[in-house]
């Protein structure tokens, strides 16, 4: 596959496993919202209630963030040229792993090549920002060799 076909299939395989994130985080919140207070007054049932909406307040932020990384994700445009520099939107293969500079998403495969969504917002980033195939980088003491970017 040429790198700009591979580039385009990972923003599409990183749009659908970030929406199952979001789809997985609605049912969380659909299911801590069915959960309701049943209107027993002993102190357990009022400590479980202030935890749920703990819980349901948690999930509510972790879904804001998702959807603002998936606008973000939206935004993104594969086209020529391709990048040469570490930037968002690059695709960057090192000798440990592959990067999709984007989001923070989880694993995910194209093609049959491991990927890994990260933010221009992730410590790695800030390591390899503007570097170039053939450059080194180092982060948690282990050293990257980028292979390629684009």
Same mark, same amino acid.
């Given at each position: 596959?040429? &790198?700009?076909?591979? /580039? &385009?299939?990972?923003? /599409?395989?990183?749009? *659908? /496993?970030? *929406?199952?994130?979001?789809?997985? %985080?609605? +049912?969380? %919140?659909?299911?801590?919202? +069915?959960?309701?207070?049943?209107?027993? @007054?002993?102190?357990?049932? $009022?400590?479980?209630?202030?935890? +749920? #909406? #703990?819980?349901?307040?948690?999930? =509510?932020?972790?879904?804001?963030?998702?959807?603002?990384?998936?606008?973000? %994700? #939206?935004?993104?445009?594969?086209?020529?040229? %391709?990048?040469?520099?570490?930037?968002?939107?690059?695709? !960057?293969?090192?000798? &440990?792993? #592959?990067?999709? !500079? +984007?989001?923070?998403?989880?694993?995910?495969? !194209?093609?049959?090549?491991? $990927?890994?969504?990260?933010?221009?917002?992730?410590?790695?980033?800030? =390591? $390899?920002?503007?570097?170039? &195939?053939?450059?080194?980088?180092?982060?948690?003491?282990?050293?990257?060799?980028? @292979?390629?970017?684009?």
């Amino acid at each position: 596959m040429k &790198k700009l076909e591979f /580039k &385009k299939e990972v923003l /599409k395989q990183a749009k *659908q /496993k970030h *929406q199952s994130v979001i789809d997985d %985080l609605k +049912s969380e %919140l659909n299911a801590s919202e +069915s959960d309701g207070y049943d209107g027993q @007054t002993d102190l357990e049932e $009022m400590s479980q209630d202030v935890i +749920s #909406n #703990n819980t349901r307040e948690t999930i =509510a932020r972790e879904m804001e963030f998702a959807l603002k990384e998936m606008e973000l %994700l #939206n935004r993104l445009v594969i086209e020529e040229p %391709l990048h040469t520099e570490i930037t968002m939107g690059s695709v !960057v293969e090192t000798n &440990k792993r #592959n990067f999709y !500079v +984007s989001a923070s998403i989880e694993d995910f495969k !194209v093609d049959g090549k491991d $990927m890994f969504g990260i933010s221009v917002k992730a410590p790695i980033y800030e =390591a $390899m920002q503007g570097l170039q &195939k053939g450059d080194t980088f180092e982060m948690r003491k282990q050293k990257y060799k980028i @292979t390629d970017v684009y």
